[in-house]
C-alpha cells in the first residue's frame, strides 16, 4: 500500500533537547495529521492541519502544513520522558466526502534518555 | 470526544478457524470506519474501508474472502479474520469518522495470535 516518507527512522535525544521530524509525499494532500502511538495502543491525533502553510501548536507540539501541500514537519520542544513513542505522520488526499482514508508515514521512534 | 471502542484487545486461536473483532463508536454514529494492519515495528497499512450499509471497499493486495466486514449498523464495524493461519498473526487497529467531520478516532487495537 501507499505511504509517506517519514524521517527520521529513530531519534535518541536526552531530555529538554528538541525535537524535528518531517514527512514528505510525492502527491499533494489537503490535510496532515501527526499521530503518537504507544506500545499495544492505537494511535492519538497530536495535531491536525487543513491549509497549506498553516502553523498549528499544541503545548510543546508544533507542527506545519507545506506550502506545496506535499509535506509537514512536527517540532517537539523541551522533550520530557513520556513523549517516547512512535510518531506518525498521516495525510489525507481526497477533498470534501465521508469516506476519505488517511495514509499514514514510515513513522519516527524516540527515544528520551532521562 | 469521540471513543472507538475495539475488542478483544489480545486473542489467540487456533489455525483454521475464524476470528471476529469488533469495532464500536461510542459516543457518535460512524458511517464510516477503516481497518488497518500493522506489524512489528511497522507503519498502518489500511486494509478496508467499512461504509454502513454497503459493501467494503478493500485495498489492493487485501482478500476479500479471508478478512470479512461488516458494519450492519452506525456504531458497529466487524472484522472476520476467516480459515487464520499464523502469517495473519499482526496487530488490527480500527478507526472511525463522523460524517462531514473531519477527526479519526482510533480504537486501542486487537493484538492476534494465531497458532
Known amino acids: 500500500g501507499q505511504q509517506l516518507n517519514q524521517s527520521p527512522q529513530s531519534m535518541f535525544i536526552q531530555e529538554g533537547e528538541d525535537v524535528s521530524m518531517n514527512c514528505t509525499s510525492s502527491?499533494?494532500?489537503?490535510?496532515w495529521l501527526w499521530y503518537k502511538q504507544d506500545p499495544g495502543e492505537g494511535p492519538v491525533l497530536l495535531i491536525a492541519?487543513?491549509?497549506?502553510?498553516e502553523l498549528t501548536s499544541n503545548g510543546r507540539l508544533t507542527a506545519q502544513f507545506g506550502t506545496t501541500r506535499k509535506d509537514s514537519f512536527l517540532n517537539i520542544s523541551a522533550s520530557i520522558p513520556s513523549d517516547v513513542g512512535i510518531y506518525f505522520c498521516?495525510?489525507?488526499?481526497?477533498?470534501?466526502?465521508?469516506?476519505?482514508?488517511?495514509?499514514f508515514g514510515t513513522g519516527t521512534l524516540l527515544a528520551v534518555q532521562p | 470526544g469521540a471513543v472507538v471502542s475495539q475488542h478483544p484487545s489480545r486473542v489467540i486461536c487456533k489455525s483454521g478457524t475464524s476470528v471476529k473483532i469488533e469495532c464500536r463508536s461510542l459516543?457518535?454514529?460512524?458511517?464510516?470506519m477503516f481497518w488497518y494492519r500493522q506489524f512489528p515495528k511497522k507503519s498502518l497499512m489500511l486494509m478496508a474501508t467499512?461504509?454502513?450499509?454497503?459493501?467494503?471497499?478493500?485495498e489492493q493486495g487485501v482478500e476479500k474472502d479471508k478478512f470479512l466486514i461488516n458494519h450492519a449498523s452506525l456504531t458497529l464495524s466487524t472484522l472476520t479474520v476467516t480459515s487464520a493461519h499464523p502469517e495473519d498473526s499482526s496487530f488490527y487497529i480500527c478507526?472511525?469518522?463522523?460524517?462531514?467531520?473531519?477527526?479519526?478516532?482510533f480504537g486501542s487495537g486487537t493484538r492476534l495470535t494465531v497458532v
Open positions: 478507526s472511525a469518522r463522523v460524517a462531514r467531520d473531519y477527526g479519526y478516532t
Open positions: 502527491s499533494i494532500f489537503n490535510t
Open positions: 492541519l487543513y491549509k497549506a502553510g
Open positions: 498521516a495525510g489525507q488526499s481526497d477533498y470534501g466526502g465521508a469516506t476519505n482514508k488517511l495514509i
Open positions: 459516543d457518535f454514529q460512524a458511517t464510516t
Open positions: 467499512s461504509n454502513e450499509g454497503s459493501k467494503a471497499t478493500y
